[in-house]
């Protein structure tokens, strides 16, 4: 589940709010979606955008503004699973470290040739 971190919570803070479309059994963003990450219309999104997004959706998240996340926060936009996934030091919340290190981590992940550049599949 935790692997589909930042598609959940980048689906979950977008508006309108778009649907996954599903291949293989695999979430993917839609085209709507690629394109609201997608801010310097470029027809990629690089790793600064998506750390930019990153950045602020902690920040939409974090409603009492005091830097981590609650499990009454973050179970807006993730599952209790992912919750417990992200929360590598298992205090009960989720770091902006540790939530932007998953991220980035998956953002590495879905950069299959290592460009620094998410196409749209």
């Known amino acids: 589940m935790k692997k589909y971190l930042p598609l959940t919570i980048a689906l979950a803070l977008s508006a309108p709010v778009l649907a996954f479309a599903q291949e293989g059994g695999a979430q993917m963003m839609t085209q709507e979606h690629f394109e609201q990450?997608?801010?310097?219309?470029s027809g990629s999104v690089s790793r600064a955008e998506y750390q930019t997004f990153m950045e602020?959706?902690?920040?939409?998240?974090?409603?009492?503004?005091?830097?981590?996340?609650t499990q009454t926060e973050a179970i807006t936009v993730l599952t209790p699973e992912q919750i417990s996934s992200v929360d590598t030091n298992k205090d009960g919340q989720i770091s902006r470290e540790e939530f932007m290190t998953q991220v980035m981590s998956d953002f590495s992940r879905h950069d299959r040739?290592?460009?620094g550049q998410l196409q749209h599949p």
């Open 56 to 69: 602020g959706a902690f920040t939409k998240i974090d409603t009492d503004g005091n830097g981590v996340l």
């Open 37 to 41: 990450l997608d801010t310097d219309k």
């Open 113 to 115: 040739n290592g460009d």
